[in-house]
């Protein structure tokens, strides 16, 4: 995985894309097609109609997604913490008359603020929520008796290698 992928991105494989395929035949091709083009089977899923293993095609890595909650915690709680702290700073010396008259709890109140709501983020975004529509539609085709193909990818630019490959039936992430 790159660096520019993602600051709080645990996981090997950030990027995915899907495609649906009226057959076996047609998402065996579809895998070929890719791993021709440099992109290893192993990070290519098949989920077939009834596939009982569909949730882990399509999330692989539970590890590196707990790793990514970790980190994203941590490193919003920071920056949280760090700007609540400024803005006190800030409050405190030139704001209204009730932050500098009390500057401790101004710099408690406010600084405890700001790391709540960067912590609500780094959960929005950690528990990655543009997931949710590859998912559903690889739910959909199975329960349609259609074939889905997920290609985990570990960079941008294999992802859109991906995404030309397999066409207009693609899903990205």
């Not at 065996?28 to 569909?54: K, T």
């Not at 760090?82 to 408690?108: C, D, E, K, N, Y």
Request: aromatic fraction near 4%; hydrophobic fraction near 45%; include cysteine.
């Amino acid at each position: 995985m790159s660096e520019h992928d993602g600051a709080v991105s645990g996981e090997s494989y950030p990027h995915k894309i899907s495609a649906e395929f009226d057959s076996q035949v047609a998402a065996e091709r579809g895998a070929e097609s890719l791993e021709g083009l440099g992109i290893p089977l192993a990070q290519i899923r098949i989920i077939q109609p009834d596939d009982p293993n569909m949730a882990k095609k399509i999330e692989p890595e539970t590890q590196g997604i707990a790793r990514s909650l970790v980190k994203a915690h941590v490193r919003f709680g920071v920056v949280g913490l760090v700007v609540g702290l400024a803005v006190a700073g800030l409050l405190v010396t030139v704001g209204p008359a009730l932050t500098r008259t009390s500057p401790v709890m101004t710099f408690i109140a406010v600084s405890f603020l700001f790391a709540v709501l960067a912590l609500m983020l780094a959960g929005a975004v950690a528990l990655r929520p543009d997931h949710d529509v590859l998912i559903e539609k690889a739910r959909m085709a199975k329960n349609e008796g259609r074939w889905t193909v997920v290609v985990h990818c570990d960079s941008v630019e294999q992802q859109k290698l991906a995404q030309a490959t397999m066409g207009d039936s693609t899903h990205t992430l």
